[in-house]
């Protein structure tokens, strides 16, 4: 045993020894070698290593069988060296002047505010959309301090986003910078794009460009889709929560032609069919539906300046709300249950195009897109069928008026083909919207620190005529870390009276309109101050913004002013939103990434002759989001907690004072917070996540009014501030395979 020891003491210092690496890495510069930091040491064959420090020195844990180590930088030749002995390495690195491609990897933080373009402009990429379920389109805010989201009703499942505190029918919806998801879509239009078939987000706050339209009053938001020529060579996921929800997507890219030409093809599929009744009310706290989906997505590309794309996605979709019990099948009755019954066909298709010439100074793009949507549906006894042909068309040329790109020119021409026919109450509504239009937006960049954007457009509507409308866009970088920005613009839309209402019918009270159609107007007035620099060396970004909207003309929802009818009535009265929002990302510790926001929203219309404050609006929002990455990534803990001020509910104000069954506060709701989380482990091709929706399981009391009596003159679901669904547990799997 003495020997055995004795030996042990003798080999401890090569045995030590043998169990780590250590060296130096240096440049080759023409003043002789230079310590270089950043450089990756990696065990040939392995993803182990670990990188070198700011005086180029490392130190790495060996394992037997291991003797050679690959080091590689960013600008240099990659090297590859044999450790033979315990001596410290010294390792020189030749630069590589025939580098091609560079590409930088560290952790994404999800969301960030561009500095650079001079639209306040949030974008946000595929790791932010990982966050939270993410489903759709609509569930893909819940982690967003910018964007609301809603139930419009407590039957329908209908989900409604708000920006700057206005509904979302005030921001113009864009799929890939073509207008979408209007006129009959408006409803549930956020729910047709599944999440997982979404690339990135990008909300545009106030005034946007006028090459997209005149139709954004209070922001713009554009989802990209995952294009054809992606290196993701096939992508599943599978969703189930504990309420009986289940989904599938799919997609994959073909390579058809090399880079030249690809396909994309897309599926989503979707059910709900477990009953569930937490409250014991009798309705449904959530609709039953079925969904399926299925896009295909082209691109041609000859690499030499040329490039075009088209696709198509179908749509089919039913869901059926109203008390348990209540089926698609039944004949709407005061016999039967009471129920709501809503069926959807969709087609959408699109084609863009696009060259740039030799000298990159010059381009020409055209964009179009085409819809054709049909829906039939009841609310209790009413009936409601629609259908819509739509077809956008714009043009686009870019002429940088400079060889510097100073000075540089958009113009262009657009046309818009809208044809509505709707039946409510036994009355057709019809309608053909024609609108062409013409534009030009000039660019003035002479530095990188500052950008003035103007634009004007001209449209000749059919209905209401010729109309102009200015925007503007200033961005200054008076210093290194801080960015400022101003804009103003005006907006024009077209309120589809009936189809952007159709959850009211989900009343007692029949809907009352005077205009099938009015169109809103309105300026936008904004001013946003970024600051970026690093707190205990991690970056540090703090955004402070203020915009004011301010409407000539507006639809009002009048809900207050008679206890027969619901009134949607065009008012030149005084309508205005303000909005004030804080927020900072930073990163405390190493992968940790923090969001604080804060927003006091200030929202209020004439109604009934009296200014008063927004209906079911809250007053303020608080957001804080917390996530953080262990290494390499392979878990991923998410948590998001939202603080939802109190607000305004639209009554009768004699009628309900009137009634006994009644009691508290009835023209109020309370703040409220909600809280979500999710842990993701992550394995090479695939990851797994679970999480719980509304933590706290808070939910709006009695949020459907004269349950008992559906037919009767009380029965209400439209008044909804909060959420109608509590804790809900989810998983979920995604995998992925890339071509390299």
């Avoid at 706290?285 to 690499?303: G, I, M, Q």
């Avoid at 509590?726 to 071509?739: A, M, P, Q, T, V």
Wanted: charged share 20%.
């Amino acid at each position: 045993m003495k020997k055995y020891i004795i030996l042990l003491f003798i080999l401890f210092p090569f045995l030590s020894k043998a169990q780590s690496v250590s060296g130096v890495v240096f440049s080759h510069e023409a003043n002789g070698k230079q310590p270089l930091p950043g450089v990756n040491v990696v065990w040939e064959g392995t993803s182990e290593g670990t990188a070198s420090m700011p005086d180029g020195s490392f130190t790495l844990k060996n394992k037997p069988g291991r003797n050679k180590l690959v080091f590689s930088f960013v600008g240099y030749e990659s090297q590859t060296v044999r450790v033979s002995d315990n001596d410290p390495l010294e390792v020189v690195l030749q630069p590589n002047l025939e580098l091609e491609e560079v590409t930088v990897i560290q952790k994404d933080r999800g969301t960030y505010l561009s500095v650079i373009n001079p639209i306040q402009t949030e974008n946000i990429s595929g790791a932010e959309l990982h966050k939270a379920a993410c489903c759709n389109l609509a569930e893909s805010f819940e982690t967003n301090p910018s964007v609301d989201v809603s139930y419009s009703d407590a039957v329908t499942g209908a989900k409604q986003i708000k920006l700057l505190g206005l509904d979302g029918t005030y921001s113009q919806l864009q799929v890939e910078n073509m207008p979408a998801l209007r006129g009959l879509a408006t409803t549930f239009g956020l729910t047709y794009i599944p999440g997982p078939w979404l690339e990135s987000i990008q909300v545009s706050k106030g005034a946007a460009s006028v090459l997209n339209g005149y139709e954004s009053i209070a922001g713009q938001i554009n989802a990209e889709l995952k294009k054809p020529d992606s290196e993701e060579k096939l992508f599943l996921n599978v969703f189930g929560n504990d309420e009986g929800r289940y989904e599938f997507n799919g997609n994959t890219n073909i390579k058809v032609k090399g880079d030249t030409l690809t396909t994309g093809i897309f599926v989503h599929a979707s059910d709900v069919s477990k009953e569930n009744d937490h409250n014991h009310d009798g309705f449904l706290d959530s609709p039953l539906s079925s969904t399926f989906e299925v896009a295909n997505r082209w691109k041609y590309n000859n690499h030499r300046g040329g490039m075009a794309q088209a696709g198509f996605t179908l749509l089919w979709n039913d869901r059926m709300g109203g008390q348990v019990g209540a089926n698609s099948d039944m004949i709407p009755s005061v016999d039967n249950p009471y129920g709501v019954n809503i069926e959807t066909n969709r087609v959408d298709a699109f084609f863009k195009s696009g060259i740039v010439s030799q000298d990159n100074h010059r381009a020409l793009a055209i964009l179009t897109n085409f819809a054709r949507h049909e829906t039939k549906s009841y609310y209790g006894l009413s009936r409601y069928d629609a259908d819509e042909t739509r077809f956008y068309g714009n043009l686009v040329y870019t002429q940088d008026l400079d060889l510097a790109a100073i000075h540089v020119l958009n113009s262009g021409a657009s046309f818009i083909y809208d044809d509505f026919n709707e039946m409510l109450y036994n009355q057709d509504v019809q309608r053909t919207e024609k609108v062409p239009g013409i534009f030009t937006e000039y660019t003035f960049k002479p530095s990188d620190r500052l950008t003035l954007m103007a634009g004007i457009r001209a449209d000749f509507h059919n209905i209401f005529g010729n109309f102009v409308t200015p925007r503007m866009h200033f961005r200054y970088q008076f210093a290194d870390h801080y960015t400022i920005r101003t804009s103003a613009g005006k907006g024009y839309r077209t309120a589809n009276v009936i189809s952007e209402n159709t959850f009211l019918l989900a009343n007692s009270r029949p809907i009352s309109w005077t205009e099938d159609a009015v169109q809103e107007e309105a300026w936008n007035f904004g001013f946003a101050f970024i600051q970026n620099y690093k707190l205990l060396d991690r970056d540090l970004s703090i955004n402070a913004e203020f915009f004011r909207t301010e409407f000539q003309q507006k639809l009002v929802v009048d809900r207050e002013t008679s206890s027969e009818f619901i009134y949607l009535l065009p008012s030149t009265e005084k309508a205005y939103a303000n909005s004030l929002q804080f927020d900072v990302r930073w990163q405390p510790v190493k992968r940790l990434d923090m969001l604080l926001a804060y927003r006091v929203n200030d929202i209020k219309e004439t109604i009934g002759g009296e200014l008063k404050d927004a209906p079911l609006t809250s007053d303020y929002k608080g957001l804080i989001n917390l996530n953080y990455t262990t290494n390499l990534k392979k878990w991923m803990f998410d948590y998001t907690i939202q603080f939802n001020g109190g607000g305004r509910i639209p009554r009768v104000y004699e009628e309900w004072m009137n009634r006994a069954d009644i009691a508290g506060d009835i023209f109020e709701f309370s703040p409220y917070t909600i809280m979500n989380a999710q842990v993701t482990k992550y394995f090479r091709y695939w990851n797994i996540y679970l999480g719980v929706e509304n933590l706290t399981d808070f939910t709006q009391s009695n949020p459907i009014e004269g349950t008992d009596d559906p037919f009767g003159e009380n029965f209400s679901a439209t008044n909804i501030w909060g959420p109608t669904m509590g804790r809900k547990i989810y998983l979920g799997l995604r995998f992925n395979l890339n071509y390299e």
